[in-house]
């Protein structure tokens, strides 16, 4: 008999909450009940509530981000993942294991093998060279020293920092640095990154040289990735998916399309206003019933918008969407310039 | 009425303090004066050691061993300023109260690191024990020193050994409070990160806490040093031999040219034993990317031998 295995995430975070104070508990209850809100909670108990009722789940392989202003409770959501902080309530499994579950040591063992972490202000050790740096993730599991270094080099190497390893790190620029908190993060090859905002506090330019390199380099090694940011664009662009976080809680989960076309709530919609939606529009959103003229070239409905507007720019004068057999609708001129239009009023 | 006991009320009341004082150290003395012995042997057995073998040791075999140990621990130029310094403290005719002052501070800074440095780090992790240690630390640095002479002579006699003992009272509050305020000064993320690599608390300690709050560690442990060469003088008034002593019956004697020498020898001595000690607190980057054994001769020995193979 061949054995059914369960379907696993990667992470799962079940109605996660976290509330600071010496009164916790008492908010927590007022707060499950409906009856305090994040600043009522603070007048009432002196609490802070920091993630309030968070469920969602990666993937294995795939890249979550978790975007939200500065205060809505993403650093304290992913510090739970690897335990540095307790949840108040809920749950938080590790390939299906409760992370609260562990005794020190194997928590140290997760934490080492399992997961890597880059932190927003890099956190490299001052006093260790990048190659210790790197390697200190293997010298606690107490790897032989030999392999460290060889482990240390190939994590430089791979982040384009090879034959630094024997610098320190105030004699490396910030983007450098945080080339060296990535390899940190994948020296011990853990399965699990978690990124606090790892490129915000970079010049744009290199911030966008590394939100590349780390696609381009997450596509080769499938790692899972809990990412942070507090920028809308870098989520479009990095996540396969994004939660969308205010004051603790997760007001909306989707694709990087859904969250654009379909917002949920007043808060996200008026987040992803500035973003123009012609890039996540595809043929099913703006074609209309009927059957295009014999002759038109034919799309499937999944097509995106730019690959329509092509085609109308080298001569077509409607378009037939199909899914290959059966006819689905036509794409007239004048449907793509009305989904212009939307967009542009709703900026 | 008689208004003078409301208008100056302590010509009439007062509390009876020095009979305590007398009586709760007649209680200590004649309870655990054994207990107080029992603390003197340890520091015994260990200046004992220190001033046997400066005594025993030609003169210029200690300036050399001294020079080359500068040399090793620290660099250089400090094993010049060693060299230089001693052949001073020859010239100037305090070689061996010089001697007798260096055996008990050595004693002094060894016992008070010993204690210092790990009661720091207790602190540092426990606000329970800080919060106890703290009023002890205030007390420690604000009573005058000279208050604390007569119970340590009660309680531990006179001469070198309670010399030490009362020379480590005095000294060791800087580096308890220094390790404990280095250590909670760390920044956190640092912390957090070798906490996210799994690192157990005691490596975490080792490799990353310590190692961030060593100018502050070291800034304590100058301290102690400072304070048990002040202290030297003020001890020669328990007896305790050395340079301290030459202070103290120049003051009393009037006698400029003693005083001087051994005020002298003091500054000489201090500058030395400074050094050196800064020179544990240097980081392998500081040494030139080099340990501690593979710098100053024996570095150099080690690539003789290694030229020969
Ligand atoms: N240790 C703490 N004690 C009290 N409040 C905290 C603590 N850590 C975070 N908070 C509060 O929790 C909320 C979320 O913080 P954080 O997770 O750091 O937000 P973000 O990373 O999204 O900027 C904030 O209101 C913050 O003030
Ligand atoms: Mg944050």
């Known amino acids: 008999m061949t054995e059914i295995m369960p379907h696993q995430n990667a992470i799962d975070c079940q109605n996660l909450w976290k509330i600071f104070g010496a009164r916790a508990d008492e908010a927590l209850v007022a707060a499950k009940n409906g009856e305090v809100d994040k600043d009522e909670a603070l007048k009432r108990f002196s609490c802070v509530i920091g993630v309030a009722d968070a469920s969602f789940s990666v993937a294995e392989g795939e890249i979550l981000c978790i975007m939200g202003l500065s205060g809505s409770g993403k650093s304290t959501i992913i510090r739970h993942v690897n335990r540095l902080i307790e949840p108040t309530d809920g749950q938080i499994l590790i390939e299906g294991r409760d992370v609260m579950g562990l005794n020190p040591k194997e928590l140290r063992q997760l934490r080492a093998r399992k997961i890597g972490m880059v932190f927003q202000h890099m956190a490299l050790w001052p006093h260790k060279s990048i190659a210790d740096n790197v390697a200190f993730g293997l010298e606690v599991q107490k790897t032989p020293k030999g392999q460290q270094r060889a482990a240390a080099e190939s994590a430089l190497e791979k982040v384009g920092l090879g034959g630094w390893s024997d610098r320190y790190p105030d004699q490396l620029s910030g983007g450098m640095q945080q080339r060296v908190g990535l390899a940190r993060a994948m020296a011990a090859d853990p399965d699990i990154l978690l990124m606090d905002e790892p490129f915000s506090a970079l010049d744009p330019l290199i911030r966008k040289d590394l939100q590349d390199e780390f696609l381009k380099l997450s596509r080769e090694v499938k790692k899972t990735t809990l990412f942070i940011t507090h920028d809308l664009d870098e989520a479009m662009k990095m996540g396969d998916r994004i939660a969308i976080m205010k004051d603790g809680r997760i007001d909306q989960t989707g694709t990087p399309e859904s969250i654009v076309l379909r917002p949920e709530t007043d808060y996200v919609s008026r987040f992803v206003s500035s973003i123009s939606t012609l890039k996540y529009i595809s043929a099913s959103e703006i074609m209309t019933p009927g059957k295009a003229k014999s002759g038109a070239p034919e799309f499937g409905a999944s097509t995106p918008l730019p690959v329509l507007l092509a085609a109308f720019t080298e001569g077509a004068e409607e378009l037939a969407i199909t899914d290959g057999e059966t006819h689905l609708g036509r794409i007239s001129s004048t449907d793509i310039l009305q989904a212009v239009q939307t967009d542009l009023k709703r900026v | ?309």
């Open chain 2, 1 to 309: 009425m008689d208004w003078s006991v409301i208008l100056d009320p302590f010509a009439s009341v007062q509390l009876p303090l020095s009979q305590w004082a007398n009586e709760s150290m007649t209680w200590l003395t004649s309870n655990y004066r054994s207990f107080f012995q029992a603390i003197k042997a340890p520091v015994k057995w260990a200046l004992d050691l220190v001033e046997d073998g400066l005594r025993d040791s030609p003169q210029s075999i200690i300036i050399i061993v001294f020079t080359l140990f500068a040399w090793q621990v620290a660099n250089r130029s400090t094993a010049i300023i060693t060299f230089f310094g001693l052949i001073a403290i020859g010239l100037i005719g305090a070689w061996d109260p010089a001697m007798t002052s260096f055996a008990v501070l050595v004693t002094a800074v060894a016992i008070s690191v010993a204690i210092g440095l790990p009661l720091g780090v207790l602190c540092s992790r426990v606000n329970f024990i800080w919060a106890l240690v703290r009023p002890v630390l205030d007390f420690m640095q604000t009573i005058p020193s000279f208050t604390y002479l007569v119970p340590v002579i009660l309680l531990f006699g006179i001469g070198n050994v309670p010399g030490v003992i009362v020379t480590v009272f005095f000294a060791i509050p800087p580096l308890i409070r220094l390790t404990n305020l280095g250590l909670r000064e760390v920044r956190a993320d640092l912390v957090e990160a070798a906490d996210a690599f799994g690192a157990t608390p005691f490596k975490r300690l080792w490799s990353i806490e310590i190692p961030l709050a060593r100018p502050t560690i070291m800034t304590g442990v100058n301290q102690t040093v400072m304070l048990s060469l002040v202290m030297s003088v003020i001890a020669s008034m328990i007896s305790v031999a050395g340079l301290g002593r030459l202070v103290l019956v120049g003051i009393s004697q009037l006698d400029l040219a003693r005083a001087s020498i051994g005020g002298l020898g003091i500054v000489l001595l201090a500058i030395i034993f400074d050094r050196i000690t800064q020179g544990f607190g240097f980081t392998r980057r500081d040494r030139g990317d080099r340990g501690l054994w593979e710098q100053g001769p024996m570095g150099w020995l080690r690539g003789k031998l290694r030229h020969q193979n």
